[in-house]
């Protein structure tokens, strides 16, 4: 069961489609501690999807947002800035739990999980 963190309410990673919520504890410690660093507030444009809400946005079959270890995020500095500073708080050890950033340029949001490592921690998508 994950808990609120001082910016962060766990109900906010909740399923935009059915409100069911199985989102880990580890991607709300990562997005509030990248919201510590940038001293904003931090979206979560999506957090846990059940398997419906996935496929009907489009995302992957067996995305790490339908076991509840990935958030989308964004914020008024941008994805850029974003990106940036979780690399930083990565490289300074950080963010353990981290397994993959993606920066989605064109669509100004990034991606965090703690699933599984990739080739690359991080990856910007144009």
């Not at 979560?44 to 339908?66: P, W």
């Not at 064109?106 to 490592?117: E, M, P, R, S, Y």
């Amino acid at each position: 069961m994950a808990n609120d963190t001082k910016n962060f309410k766990v109900s906010e990673f909740a399923c935009k489609h059915c409100g069911e919520n199985k989102i880990d504890q580890k991607v709300i410690d990562i997005a509030q501690a990248l919201r510590d660093e940038l001293g904003v507030p931090v979206r979560v444009n999506s957090g846990y999807r059940c398997e419906k809400h996935n496929a009907k946005v489009g995302g992957v079959k067996g995305s790490f947002h339908t076991k509840g270890l990935a958030a989308d995020l964004s914020c008024e500095l941008g994805a850029a800035k974003m990106f940036d500073t979780v690399q930083k708080l990565w490289r300074q050890n950080k963010l353990p739990e981290l397994k993959y950033c993606i920066y989605y340029a064109h669509k100004n949001f990034i991606h965090v999980d703690c699933g599984k490592q990739r080739k690359n921690y991080f990856e910007v998508r144009t």
